[in-house]
């Protein structure tokens, strides 16, 4: 269903394409528990292309891919490539493609994900483009309320922080609406969900409300997706400044929030959530970073065609 197929954003998966993802992470996750040896990918070759900073991400795909017998290539930092000489991403990307058996990349232009799939004949996968979106983030987001609410449905989920430049809002906002979750939106105006995602969610039948009340919204809301403010999206320096710290998770705030509460971050963090959160047992944050081990390797697995 998968193979040879590009990753690009949420909005392309059916729930049974989402299916297939969260059985197969499931089964790589039993696997790697057990200790076994998997060699699906023995013998292929995984580009990383990280064109900006990433830790979860670049070493969850890289230990994905060693941990499914696969060898990697990488690309830490655009300072390392050829990017810094001025060759095009196109022309990157097509020579790096017939080094490999899938490409992997993360850049920091809106659109650069596409651009590259397009001159890729193998597939590729997006780990993040720029404010656009982050639709391995949003796999092991899902995987991770399935772990550990039980069911992907019926949720209220609170998005808070950076929905304006926060691309893994967006990705998981597709997702959470093509389940049937409610969805409540609180940031700074300055910050709020791009109009035309709103607007798109909503024409896909999302229930979406938008406030600046975070006590109220946590007061209802079974998960709250908590996100940084995107420092290096800012032109200004002095607005970053204005909004930073203007919503923090603590431990009071999370006392009165709704009983059962799931917390999610894709991390890192700044001081979004303070760290006497992390002893809260519905803090899943580093459970959810530790998810993508898995959900990585079911990708690269399936549009690899080895599983
Ligand atoms: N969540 C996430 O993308 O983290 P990194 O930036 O560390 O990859």
Same mark, same amino acid.
């Given at each position: !269903? ?10 392309? &998966? ?7 993802? !969260?059985?197969?992470? =499931?089964? &790589? ?20 292309? &990280?064109?900006?900073?990433? %830790? ?5 795909? +890289? %230990?994905?891919?060693?941990?499914? $017998?696969?060898? =990697? ?5 655009? /300072? ?9 991403? /196109?022309?990157?990307?097509? %020579?790096?493609? $017939? ?10 232009? @809106?659109?650069?994900?596409?651009? *590259?799939?397009?001159? *890729? ?26 772990? +550990? ?9 609170? &998005?808070?922080?950076?929905? @304006?430049? $926060?691309? %893994? =809002? ?5 997702? !959470? *609406? ?28 999302? +229930? ?29 320096? =002095? ?69």
């Amino acid at each position: !269903m998968l193979k040879g197929k590009d990753i690009i954003n949420t909005a392309q &998966f059916s729930l049974q394409e989402l299916d297939l993802i !969260m059985n197969t992470a =499931v089964s &790589f996750e039993k696997r790697v528990k057990d200790g076994e040896v998997i060699k699906n990918m023995e013998g292929q070759v995984v580009a990383a292309l &990280f064109f900006e900073p990433s %830790t979860r991400t670049r070493l969850s795909f +890289e %230990t994905a891919a060693n941990r499914l $017998g696969a060898r =990697v290539i990488t690309v830490a930092s655009a /300072a390392s490539s050829s990017a810094a000489k001025g060759e095009s991403l /196109a022309d990157s990307i097509r %020579t790096v493609d $017939g080094y490999v058996d899938v490409i992997v990349m993360r850049h920091p232009m @809106k659109g650069s994900a596409q651009i *590259a799939a397009d001159n *890729a004949v193998h597939p590729f996968i997006n780990a993040g483009d720029g404010s656009g979106q982050h639709p391995t983030q949003a796999l092991l987001d899902i995987y991770t309320i399935r772990k +550990e609410k039980g069911t992907l449905s019926g949720h209220t989920v609170t &998005f808070v922080g950076d929905l @304006k430049y $926060g691309r %893994t =809002v967006h990705s998981l906002g597709y997702l !959470m *609406a093509l389940y049937g979750n409610k969805m409540i939106f609180v940031s700074p105006k300055a910050l709020r969900m791009p109009e035309e995602i709103t607007a798109d969610l909503r024409s896909r039948g999302a +229930e979406i409300e938008e406030t600046d009340d975070l006590k109220k919204a946590l007061s209802v809301s079974d998960i709250v997706y908590v996100t940084r403010i995107q420092k290096e999206r800012f032109e200004n320096p =002095v607005e970053y400044e204005k909004l930073k710290g203007l919503y923090i998770i603590n431990r009071a705030l999370i006392d009165q929030a709704k009983k059962g509460i799931t917390i999610l971050h894709p991390l890192p963090r700044v001081d979004e959530i303070s760290t006497d959160v992390d002893d809260y047992e519905g803090a899943a944050y580093f459970r959810q970073a530790h998810n993508g081990l898995y959900v990585r390797m079911a990708l690269l697995a399936l549009v690899t065609g080895r599983v």
